[in-house]
């Protein structure tokens, strides 16, 4: 849910990284806090286990400073991607304005990705939120990889939407910045009512 | 048009900080916040430079989340009280119908009960504030997909 | 501590728990590990769901050990929450597990609060046990991870200004006289110079 705070002259918008288990959901945040220049960022929280597995959210605030006398804040959230974690997942999707689907593109990990995709418009629902309308970015994470899903077989079974979708490596940050940037334009997008 | 926004304006702020500046001086706690129900800073009172207000709305509405969760999955309704001891600090957690958490951090020099009694003095004060910044959210429960809808979509 | 690290020694894990819920009446009681996988469930099981109960707890410690590090606290070391009839204990077994206590009115929260620690200490010795044993290497939990340094005072407004864009529908009337943020006047364009 966006905030407009009129009164400190904010608007505050909440963006979730969604997908399946060691997709690169975490890794995403954590390249864009390495790489952003300092004055955008904020203070990093990953909430994750010893091994580095995320457990309930990681969170990193954005801020873009002024467009038009208002301070564009965003809030970027990832969820724990594994089954289990599901009503973390429903958690952190409360009063989101956009959410990146990062596929995991590995053949062996095809299958969850359609599951993940799934649980996220159910979850969404959950929040009244519409999968079909929300701001949706979707990228393919690890091309660098063997054995990887072609584009198109992605594209066909996984968007649904014809949404922006983007190659990536997120480890070596190919990709991130692209999809960071399409989410915020598409959620600035919306919040003007044409989306 | 927007679609379920919330809109703080200023005198609506000033008035939540008069609240949880009153609430301060009656209970001595060290920092009050009120965080909306999505993790959201609304507003805080001063405190020590280095605690970051945002960092600490967002883990309280997140372990306050979860808590409701649990709250759940044990069969209770809500445990609109959440309290933590901690050796120095204690933090007491109550929630403002069911837009928003009133977050107080305090040490063990004031007693629990007064906590208890002010916060849900103050929840009443601050919740008509937060129901009109969120009226905006009603407009969008419409047209959520169907079962069928979402089957239609994935259609693997 | 994983499922696979205790071993044969989970008979013995589960008997320390039976007797500590046979002394306080508690309804149940869950072991598991930092991330909220199940180590043990012990006690009524009945028609719990213990897996989502120990990946929120898990995400509930988390988030407290999160918030007692901003405050420049050791931790929170016991987590209590009272409902209407059942009440939940949290707390965590050095960095080897979380324990979740179940209990109603039945039972005396002074009582349960003693037994648990006793009972903590008892489950501490043999995960130090196992560990010895073993020669595991168990790594401090990266629950909280904070990145700084913290945000530096926002960028300065952009200085160009953008030009409105023809095919932007102009902006509805406000409602009630109140304010509107203006987002025809924000351009999307202008975050391209922030990446």
Redesign the interface.
Known sequence: MTMINYAKKEIICKVVYYGPGLCGKTTNLKFIYDNIMGQYKGKMIALATESERTLFFDFLPLDFGKIKNFNAKFQLYTVPGQAYYTNSRKLILKGADGVVFVADSQTDRFEENKESLKDLAVNLREQGLDIRKIPLVLQWNKRDLPNIVPIQTLEETLNFRKVPTFEAVAAKGIGVFETLKTIVKMVFVSLGGQG | MFKGNKVLQPEDLDKINDIIEKLKVQTKALVILVVDDTGQLIANTESDPSIDPILLGTLTAGNFGATNELAKLIGEADFTLVLHEGNKENIHMLAIGECGILVVIFNNTTPIGLIRMYSQKTTKELLPILEKMQQEKEKKKTDLPSDEDLNNLFNW | MKLSQIGGRIEEINHKINDFIAEVQALCAIVC?????ILTTQGDTGM??F???A??????F???K???N?????????????????N?LISNIE?FSIIII?FDNNSILGVVKQKTTELKDQLKVVFEDIVKGQGII?????????????????????KKEPEKKPE??PQ?KPKDG???????????D???D??
């Open positions: 590990d930092m991330g909220g996988e719990l769901d897996v989502n109960i990946a929120m707890a898990a995400g509930s988390a988030t407290t999160g918030i007692a901003l405050l420049g606290q050791k931790e929170f070391s016991l987590l209590f929450h009272q409902g209407t009839k059942n939940i960095n179940v168990i790594k401090k939990a990266k629950i909280f991870e904070e990145r700084g340094p913290a945000a530096q005072p926002a960028a300065e407004p952009a932007e529908k509805e109140k304010k509107k943020f203006d987002f025809d006047s924000l351009m999307v202008d975050l391209d922030l990446f």
